[in-house]
């Protein structure tokens, strides 16, 4: 049987183009040093039309703001090293995108379209997920294309698929997401890259926020981190501490549709219980998966507040912060309980998140599970 090797990003990992024009909008030498364009999604929950109609593009390789001199490194190094891998081992290298800003829904449609095409064709998958990629590939594998209200566990995915391999996964949810919803993000000169508006209107940052149970703030007194339960998927929590879409400086340019933010937030709510529920029903077909990830790097994670009470005013400090890969906490991209139903192989390493997959000492232990898990099917 041909085989052919999936890649699926993670998040920024797909270019952003105009539906009608296709002129590219996400990313350009250009937004590195002005803040002209934005990526806000603010019919997420309003009622305003579509101010920036986007769909995804190609892969995200590399952007070289000076060729050769200062390029900023997304996948081109880890798309080099599998087509080589894939040249000498008898395997074709494709790769998959979606718009990383969107409901987790809909980006599992993109992906699942892509497998069942290939799976058409008559291809043994092998997929090689990054960071988001691993989060929604682990969804599809359990749950395959069904929307999340109405999902069975019907292993679905297992059917498509011959082996996973999910790397530096979030599967436990990030607080980097909520700290963008205030602050931004910025690289280089540009100080608003991504705007605290941004991240608030993208649906994907929803899905993204802690499971409940890792839903805590902490109080620092010295260096004791005393912690405490937030309530993250509380409507009335956002509204009445000002987070996200209800922050005072986004009312000139989005008015929020509380039905609209609570039916997303109640979509995001279930899709994390679904990530937790135990396994009920074992898949008929196992398959070979890997969860690689990275440790004993400094981590955000935990917002400090001044007491133990939630209010707007929340930061980050880098004297505070816990293990993981600079961008996923250890906990969060630890193997989900349920993964045991496959034949779990799990690695860790020293890497930062994108050379996790990267370095070519991690590609060789992907591309040596790839090969030497043969003997598991």
């Known amino acids: 049987m041909k085989k052919v090797v999936l890649f699926v990003p993670g998040y920024f990992g797909s270019t952003l183009v105009e539906r009608q024009s296709k002129a590219l909008r996400w990313v350009r030498v250009s937004d590195f040093f002005s803040n002209k364009w934005d990526l ?26 000076i060729p050769k001199v200062l390029e900023i490194e997304s996948y081109d190094k880890t798309i080099k090293h599998l087509q080589k891998f894939c040249l000498e081992n008898n395997r074709v ?52 294309r069904q929307d999340f209200p109405t999902a069975k566990e019907n ?32 690289i280089l000169r540009n100080k608003k890259l991504m705007s605290s508006l941004d991240y608030s209107t993208f649906k994907s940052t929803y899905f993204f926020l802690p499971h409940s149970e890792h839903q805590v703030g902490q109080v620092m007194s010295g260096k004791k981190r005393d912690l405490f339960p937030m309530d993250l998927m509380s409507v009335d929590n956002f509204k009445k501490y000002s987070w996200g879409p209800f922050d ?9 549709n509380e039905e609209k933010f609570s039916n997303l937030i109640e979509r995001a709510k279930i899709f994390h219980q679904l990530m937790e529920a135990p396994s009920k029903v074992s898949p008929q077909k196992k398959i070979p998966l890997l969860v690689f990830r990275g440790i004993g ?18 930061t980050y400090h880098k004297n505070q912060r816990i293990d993981g890969d600079g961008i996923v906490a250890s906990f969060s991209s630890l193997a989900l309980p349920w993964f045991s139903e496959h034949h779990l192989v ?19 232990l992907i591309h040596d599970f790839l090969l030497e898990s043969d003997s598991l099917i």
């Open 346 to 364: 799990e690695k860790t390493n020293n890497e930062e998140h994108l050379k996790i997959l990267s370095h070519f000492k991690s590609q060789k």
């Open 40 to 65: 806000a999604m603010t019919e997420s929950y309003s009622d305003q039309p579509v101010k920036n109609d986007l769909v995804e593009g190609d892969l995200l390789f590399k952007v070289s703001v």
């Open 248 to 256: 005072p400086k986004h009312s000139k340019e989005i008015s929020v």
């Open 297 to 314: 790097r400094p981590t955000y994670f935990y917002p400090t507040f001044k007491n133990k009470e939630l209010s707007h005013h929340y």
């Open 93 to 144: 290298l494709h790769w998959v995108t979606y718009d990383w800003r969107d409901d987790f829904y809909a980006c599992v449609q993109k992906i699942a379209d892509k497998i069942e095409s290939l799976s058409v064709e008559g291809f043994s998958i092998e997929v090689v997920a990054h960071s988001m990629g691993g989060y929604l590939m682990s969804y599809y594998l359990r749950y395959g």
């Open 155 to 186: 292993w679905e995915g297992c059917q498509h698929i011959a082996k996973l391999a999910v790397v530096a996964s979030p599967l436990r949810g990030v607080f980097s997401l909520f700290k963008h919803m205030r602050e931004g993000s910025d």
